[in-house]
């Protein structure tokens, strides 16, 4: 009878043990690898032009849209899923109207970027970011990036366009 309490106890422990090493790990994974950008890729502006967005609502903005070589290819050849290395990035700007170029046209018509307001990223790395569909979402303010709470909607509203991986801009050829 001792010897099966002893027994019990010891089990207890060792699943106590395990159960907070568990823990510990899964913590110390999430703060190697967050799920979301929190550098900036180097060399986007660079990259060639996939298309252009422009936003009203509230946020009248104007987007320009570039991939690095391995996202033009794969959207050249029309590669669904996009292969990992794709990455994309949304320039946004102000949309404004130019005085200059009004008074050139004598009519008012022109809007141009104007202040940059942020730079958004989707990397695929379908192990590194299994969890988020296989991408990995960026979005930078003057050079920072966004904590969690903020890059949290990026996969859900994204997800919805899964027969396109996730990406909403099409090639504008
Ligand atoms: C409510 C839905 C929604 C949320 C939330 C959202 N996006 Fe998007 N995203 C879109 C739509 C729609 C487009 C295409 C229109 C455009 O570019 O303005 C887009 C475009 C993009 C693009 C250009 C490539 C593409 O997929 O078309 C990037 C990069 C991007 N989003 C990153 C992000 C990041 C990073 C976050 C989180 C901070 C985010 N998005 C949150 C809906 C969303």
Redesign the pocket.
């Known amino acids: 009878m001792r010897r099966i309490a002893f027994l019990l106890i010891v089990v207890a422990t060792v699943a106590v043990v395990i159960a907070s090493t568990a823990l510990t790990a899964g913590q110390a994974d999430e703060q190697a690898a967050p799920a979301?950008l929190t550098q900036i890729p180097a060399g986007y502006r660079d990259w060639k032009l996939i298309s252009m967005?422009h936003?009203e609502g509230n946020l009248h903005?104007l987007?320009a849209?570039l991939g690095n070589d391995v996202a033009i290819r794969a959207y050249r050849e029309g590669t669904i899923p996009f292969p990992d290395g794709t990455i994309?990035?949304?320039l946004h700007y102000r949309n404004v109207p130019s005085e200059e170029n009004n008074k050139i046209f004598g009519r008012a018509q022109s809007f141009v970027p104007g202040a940059p307001t942020n730079i958004?990223?989707?990397v695929k790395d379908s192990t590194k970011y299994a969890a988020t569909g296989g991408w990995g979402?960026?979005?930078f303010q003057n050079g920072k990036p966004?904590d969690a709470a903020?890059?949290k909607?990026?996969f859900?509203?994204?997800a919805?366009?899964k027969a396109h991986d996730?990406?909403?801009?099409r090639y504008a050829p």
Do not use: K, R
Request: aromatic fraction near 18%.
């Open positions: 979301f967005a936003e903005s987007g849209v994309i990035v949304a958004q990223f989707e979402f960026g979005h966004a903020f890059m909607p990026c859900p509203c994204h919805q366009e996730l990406v909403f801009t």
